[in-house]
T-cell receptor, first 116, second 112 residues
Framework: DAGVTQSPTHLIKTRGQQVTLRCSPK?????VSWYQQALGQGPQFIFQ???????QRGNFPDRFSGHQFPNYSSELNVNALLLGDSALYLC???????????????FGPGTRLTVL | GDSVTQMEGPVTLSEEAFLTINCTYT??????LFWYVQYPGEGLQLLLK?????DKGSNKGFEATYRKETTSFHLEKGSVQVSDSAVYFC???????????FGKGTKLSVKP
């Protein structure tokens, strides 16, 4: 059973560019969350997708957008990249429609984004 | 808003030493509490969790008890191994959304 997978593993972009990161959830999971982890910090919640809609959003600007596909996979898009967007971007998936807060989130290995 | 505060590292211990990593939280309602571990170059793995007051989560020799009266969820292990070297994150989630709120992490290094 494959866990959460993310692509690419590493990415280098320049300021002002746009980037798309991809995530495939663990089999059976229907909810995908994205987190940004700056160096030496804990992950910060960006947004969560369920049934192809953004269900909740953290304190991130509109430059960060996402999408969930019918097969539950998800994309994170970041426009107009800033140096401060350099971070490890983590995707997490979870399953079930009830007691969401108590469902375990499974994390992927992350995508390391470097903005020059 | 909700937040998690954990002891700053790095923490360096000798093999077989006792480990405590302190974690306190601020939250409305009754959050679920978690400890995640991140090994070098990897993503996060759930280490243990507790969903209500006085619950004790345990896994791989690690334990943490949900203490509502002190809003704490301290991580303990009686005898650490070199393989326990990693960064440990305390986190909470609540409500119907289930997003995780993390502390800043504590880096543990265990020397032989």
């Amino acid at each position: 059973d494959a866990g959460v997978t993310q692509s690419p593993t590493h990415l280098i972009k320049t300021r002002g560019q746009q980037v798309t990161l991809r995530c495939s959830p663990k089999s059976g999971h229907d909810t995908v969350s994205w987190y940004q982890q700056a160096l030496g910090q804990g992950p910060q919640f960006i947004f969560q997708y369920y049934e192809e809609e953004e269900r909740q959003r953290g304190n991130f600007p509109d430059r960060f957008s996402g999408h969930q596909f019918p097969n539950y996979s998800s994309e994170l898009n970041v426009n107009a990249l800033l140096l401060g967007d350099s971070a490890l971007y983590l995707c997490a998936s979870q399953g079930g429609r009830i007691h969401v807060a108590r469902n375990e989130q499974f994390f992927g290995p992350g995508t390391r984004l470097t903005v020059l | 808003g909700d937040s998690v505060t954990q002891m700053e590292g790095p923490v360096t211990l000798s093999e077989e030493a006792f480990l405590t990593i302190n974690c306190t939280y601020t939250a409305t309602g009754y959050p679920s509490l978690f400890w995640y571990v991140q090994y070098p170059g990897e993503g996060l793995q759930l280490l243990l969790k507790a969903t209500k007051a006085d619950d004790k989560g345990s896994n791989k020799g690690f334990e943490a008890t949900y203490r509502k009266e002190t809003t704490s969820f301290h991580l303990e292990k009686g005898s650490v191994q070199v393989s326990d070297s990693a960064v440990y994150f305390c986190a909470l989630s609540q409500g119907s959304q289930g997003n995780l709120i993390f502390g800043k992490g504590t880096k543990l290094s265990v020397k032989p």
